[in-house]
């Protein structure tokens, strides 16, 4: 009996893990925190939001093969109340996209990068961007599942010398000592892991 098997996990389950984990962070970001910043320096929180949404939409196409459109995201926020509760369904139907047969087979994306790894990338910004969204809003650190972490270090790796360049990625923050395995991921996406929000 071989009791080394490590389990592997389809991109769908990690996004389940991911989007447990999420929706939480959403739907506590109240309404008087919309124009604070974030760890992404270029958003503010609302900008955040409408850009995680677009992810989160776009990513569903991606997995179906069909092409996405990364340009200008729509106002979400500004739409109405209820954006809390529509990124939280579409987290679901990310999900869904991810957990069907085949999504992971074959390339996808404008770049033909292996499906996998695309779904990788959803997994990413619905792990990072909500750790940035709940530093920026006061919530506690929202984490991340331990194979979602062991997924992403793989995919960061891949992913690095050439969002660094379109920076997408931040240079690595030097890692702090005894920090966990997320927050060295955080490092390496050029985030600081003890970034504080002032006045939250």
Known sequence: MDTNHVRTYGIGELLELARERAVPVVRGIGDGVLTARTPCAEYDVKALVNHLFQVIVQ???????????????????????DWRERLAREAERLVAAWSAPGAEQGTTGGMGMPARLVGSMALLDLTVHVWDLARAT?????????????????AVDELA???????VFGEPVPE?????????????????????????
């Open 161 to 167: 010398p050439t969002a660094r360049k379109m920076g």
């Open 138 to 154: 006061g919530q506690d650190d929202p984490g991340a599942d331990e194979a979602v972490v062991a997924e992403l270090a793989g």
């Open 59 to 81: 990513f569903q196409r991606l997995a179906v093969k069909e092409a996405a459109d990364f340009g200008e995201p729509a106002d979400v926020v500004s739409a109405g109340p």
């Open 176 to 200: 702090a000592e005894g920090a966990s395995a997320f927050e060295r991921l955080l490092a390496r996406t050029g985030r600081n892991p003890a970034w504080e929000q002032s006045g939250v």
